[in-house]
T-cell receptor
């Protein structure tokens, strides 16, 4: 498919465990974003990559959250020592570049449940 | 202060009628962009329409139009001829500044239900 894909679609884990969430952006898109959407709320920005580098990580809630994009394509969001409050849908989006007018295309999300 | 305010938690509209979803925003930037996204129950975020702060014409995309009132800092979405498939959550979002990669700031959303 040509859209943004995310794996897994659902992840259930126990408090304290480590999880990795994967995002495959649209081919050729240099900008990649991670958002978190809690139940009944709008998405909240976590981090933005332009190419391989994290250009803006101001939305990461604390140092348990980390993301990488080593080859400028696939990105992995990593959460250490998960807490129940981390339960949410994690959305990935990509855009052609980071220009302001460019639409962000969203993936289907990964629903993370921390028990 | 909230950057994006959507004051209607839920709205009902009769099929084939028009509906307006409200959005007000708060920014001190002169350059910014406003977006509307649709999120059906399946969860994906679908881009609907974009308005740049310097665009003089209101944006339109098919049945969607954006009523942009810059002085009032409002960017309401108008859906004409509502269809049952329009039932979904609708989010207004803003991107501040024109430099690369500005994040989107979303409102809390409005649930729209289209009645047959």
């Amino acid at each position: 498919g040509a859209g943004v894909s995310q794996t897994p679609s659902n992840k259930v884990t126990e408090k304290g465990k480590y999880v990795e969430l994967r995002c495959d952006p649209i081919s050729g898109h240099t900008a990649l974003y991670w958002y978190r959407q809690s139940l009944g709320q709008g998405p909240e920005f976590l981090i933005y990559f332009q190419g391989t580098g994290a250009a803006d990580d101001s939305g990461l809630p604390n140092d348990r959250f980390f993301a990488v994009r080593p080859e400028g394509s696939v990105s992995t969001l990593k959460i250490q020592r998960t807490e129940r409050g981390d339960s949410a849908v994690y959305l990935c989006a990509s855009s052609l570049n980071g220009l302001a007018a460019n639409e962000q295309f969203f993936g289907p999300g990964t629903r993370l449940t921390v028990l | 202060a909230q950057k994006i305010t959507q004051t209607q938690p839920g709205m009902f509209v009769q099929e084939k009628e028009a509906v307006t979803l409200d959005c007000t925003y708060d920014t001190s930037d002169q350059s910014y962009g406003l977006f509307w996204y649709k999120q059906p129950s399946s969860g994906e975020m679908i881009f609907l329409i974009y308005q740049g702060s310097y665009d003089e014409q209101n944006a339109t995309e098919g049945r969607y139009s954006l009523n942009f009132q810059k002085a009032r800092k409002s960017a309401n979405l108008v859906i004409s001829a509502s269809q049952l498939g329009d039932s979904a959550m609708y989010f207004c979002a803003m991107r501040e500044g024109m430099e690369y990669g500005n994040k989107l700031v979303f409102g809390a959303g409005t649930i729209l239900r289209v009645k047959s």
